[in-house]
């Protein structure tokens, strides 16, 4: 799977190599060379090639979280609104 990202970066550092030998060839020039045409194409292509493998580690991430924190169950809820009670402070239970 990753022979073909391997083999465009060795083309690439060949051409970085002979434009840094040429005789109007610059090193800066060669390191440009070699940046625009082989790490960045390499690494978008292998950033986009990882993400199903991202996006499944994820999922099975949040599916075990999921197991291991269940959910509450209803009596754990109270009224089971998920809002606070509108009063500031709790009534208190009248004495008879």
């Known amino acids: ?12 550092f060949m051409m970085a190599v ?5 005789p109007i060839g610059t090193l800066l020039g060669a390191g ?5 045409y082989g790490l ?5 292509i292998l ?7 991202r996006r499944r580690a994820n999922r099975q991430a ?5 197991d291991a924190n269940p959910a509450p169950s209803d009596s754990d ?3 089971s ?8 402070v709790a009534p208190e239970r009248e004495k008879s």
């Open 1 to 12: 799977m990753y022979i073909v990202p391997f083999v465009w970066l060795y083309v690439a």
């Open 18 to 22: 002979a434009e840094a030998t040429s």
């Open 32 to 36: 440009v060379t070699f940046v625009l």
């Open 40 to 44: 960045l194409p390499v690494g978008l």
């Open 47 to 53: 950033y986009f090639m990882g993400s199903p493998a």
């Open 62 to 66: 949040a599916q075990a979280q999921a």
């Open 77 to 79: 809820q109270g009224d």
């Open 81 to 88: 609104s998920g809002h606070a009670s509108a009063h500031p």
